[in-house]
């Protein structure tokens, strides 16, 4: 976008010399006077009567008298506007062709209904035959949108011309029972099920400030009798793929978008990926809503699952999102009532046994990696932050959540467990909390399990089952839960059995494996690029995470996010040193660090 000041545009017009541009506001004052619209009727019953075509300056005359200027603009304006009269014959023949063809497909649905109607119960077209062919599957959903307050514009016109050609009222009502008749929907339809408008909620969306696939989102509010209701909203890209589609099957061979520090490999293709499908501030989005009503110890009370259309109202970074925490802002007490929802629920979670494994996360940008010498950004990101948090526990209730949804409906589902460990947690307990006794924690669990039929408990979350469904955009295996309960709130049987989504998730897992390597090999080398560019001799905080043999010690540099070994003199797990590095040679893969031992009698 580019600012001008008047002064520097110079106005060409035909005829006129040195044309002021200061008289442009006098002559539109002037015009308002002379756009009559009656006018056009008039021109149009004499014009009509010698059936030939004029210009605007011969019609100006008609009208006016006159062909100039100002006349010929008034003339100019009124036939732009005008869609009843005066009309090119292109166009009126292009509408003509449109509403013609458009009154058949119309008149073509309408046989079909009637068809469909007058057939026994037993008899009539299954759903799925509904939805074969485009112009036919378009009206349908029409009908469907109507009959669920669901529907846009163009939506509500089409259906409510289809009531009216079937002779039935305009009404949301006379729809749903119009489907019922010709069998696109069971008697006993719940209407629950089909998408609502939540696009008043007040929706944060919180990311990595990188992020380009924003998959989910969330909302809550406190109910009267002082219980929380949170709704977690995830984007619905199984409104543009279906199972079996090409589309699908890549998604599946790639099992996962792969973040890079130089670049992104997005599951679907980029287009998909980060426009249509991501959910995207300010506008109305399709999505998949799981909302939870806890009680006041943060169990679950009640959820429901359901297709929804939002409008994001914040995209935030954790940053910002942690800023607005601690701002403690009155007009954002939704925001309060999430970080109130999460802190019952990881209480809530502790007392059924969850086990802390949260870590520090080296995340890096490199803005220009085909330079010599590119920009590197490090970021190091703490699962203590308040929002990073916030966000953790409200994606572990989805999954909870989901779970019992498809436990209570008997729906294969890829099912996720991890067995309580055979070394109780608390023994380590001595360790400081964060890093040092997460890294314990980790190193005794067992492996994690997964089932297709029914829910797992998972130890490690304290939960007593969990989907993954919160990053369809990104992870196949989220993406296969959604087509599983989309079939499901559609009324459909599922698309895949248990024996289905075992297969599927084993090949996405292969690839997944793949990635992360692919993602950690990219990780350690912009990480030892970034440590040969520092200061010769730079300090950095490490803490020990456990000693591998005799005093080698295995470090996590604190401001990295990075583990490394060295000989180390004194301390035990849970302190901090300090170290300096020797070595980082990226390309051969080579790191050293050295402990720095401070001189006790100096420092003192």
Not at 101 to 123: R, Y
Not at 294 to 322: C, F, H, Q, R, W
Not at 416 to 427: C, D, I
Request: proline fraction near 5%.
């Amino acid at each position: 976008m580019s600012s001008i000041k008047p002064q520097q545009v110079t106005y060409v017009v035909p005829g006129i010399m040195n044309f002021d541009y200061s008289k442009i506001d006098e002559f539109l004052e002037k015009t308002q006077n002379l756009l009559d619209p009656t006018i056009l009727e008039c021109a149009w019953m004499e014009l009509s009567e010698k059936d030939k075509s004029i210009t605007v300056e011969e019609f100006a005359e008609i009208v006016y008298g006159t062909k100039e200027s100002l006349e010929s603009y008034c003339a100019h304006l009124l036939l732009s506007r005008d869609v009843v009269y005066f009309v090119k014959v292109e166009e009126l023949l292009r509408r003509k062709l449109a509403k013609e063809a458009a009154d058949k497909e119309l008149e073509e649905f309408v046989h079909l209904l009637k068809s469909a109607k007058a057939l026994p119960m037993e008899s009539k077209p299954p759903k799925a035959s509904w939805l074969v062919e485009e112009k036919v599957r378009q009206k349908i959903e029409s009908l469907q949108a109507y009959a669920v307050d669901a529907c846009d514009d163009e939506q509500r016109r089409l259906a409510g011309n289809i009531l009216k050609a079937m002779g039935f009222t305009r009404t949301s009502s006379a729809a749903l029972k119009l489907l019922i008749n010709v069998g696109y929907f069971p008697v006993h339809v719940n209407l629950d099920l089909f998408r609502k408008d939540l696009s008043t909620l007040k929706v944060y969306a919180i990311d990595v400030d990188e992020a380009d696939e924003l998959d989910d989102a969330l909302s809550a509010t406190r109910l009267p009798d002082g219980r929380i209701k949170v709704w977690i909203h995830v984007a619905d890209p199984t409104c543009l793929v279906k199972p079996h589609s090409i589309i699908d099957r890549e998604a599946m061979h790639r099992g996962t978008s792969i973040f890079l520090p130089t670049t992104t490999f997005p599951m679907f293709p980029e287009r998909l990926a980060m426009n249509s499908m991501s959910l995207q501030q300010g506008k109305e989005c399709k999505s998949v809503t799981v909302s939870v009503i806890l009680n006041l110890d943060g169990s679950i009370a009640e959820y429901t699952l359901e297709n929804s259309v939002i409008k994001p109202t914040y995209m935030l970074t954790y940053e910002s999102a942690t800023e607005l925490l601690y701002m403690n802002l009155e007009e954002e007490e939704e925001l309060r009532i999430l970080q109130e929802a999460a802190r019952i629920r990881e209480q809530w979670r502790r007392s059924q046994g969850s086990i802390d494994t949260a870590m520090i996360e080296p995340r890096i940008k490199v803005s220009n990696p085909d330079d010599p010498e590119p920009n590197i950004n490090l970021y190091v990101e703490d699962q203590a932050n308040p929002a990073m948090q916030l966000v953790s526990e409200m994606m572990i209730l989805c999954g909870e959540a989901v779970a019992a949804f498809g436990f209570d409906n008997n729906l294969p589902l890829p099912y996720r467990g991890h067995p309580q460990s055979n070394t109780a947690v608390s023994v380590f307990s001595h360790l400081p909390e964060g890093p040092a006794r997460s890294f314990a924690n980790i190193s005794v669990l067992r492996a994690a399990e997964m089932d297709f039929q029914k829910p797992v408990p998972h130890g490690v979350l304290g939960i007593p089952g969990y989907v993954q469904f919160t990053s369809p955009i990104r992870r196949y295996v989220d993406l296969l839960a959604h087509y599983q309960v989309k079939a499901f709130l559609r009324g459909d049987s599922p698309p895949y059995s248990a024996g289905d989504l075992e297969g599927m998730t084993f090949i996405a897992s292969m690839h997944v494996k793949v990635a992360r390597r692919l993602h950690s090999n990219s990780l350690r080398y912009w990480l030892l690029e970034y440590l040969r560019r520092q200061p010769k001799g730079r300090k950095y905080r490490a803490l020990i995470l456990k000693f591998v043999k005799d005093r080698m010690g295995a470090l996590l540099l604190v401001e990295v996010g990075m583990q490394v070994t060295t000989t180390i003199s004194r301390g035990k797990v849970g302190d901090q040193v300090s170290v300096t590095v020797e070595t980082a040679h990226p390309r051969d893969d080579i790191l050293s660090v050295r402990e720095v031992v401070e001189d006790t009698k100096d420092s003192e």
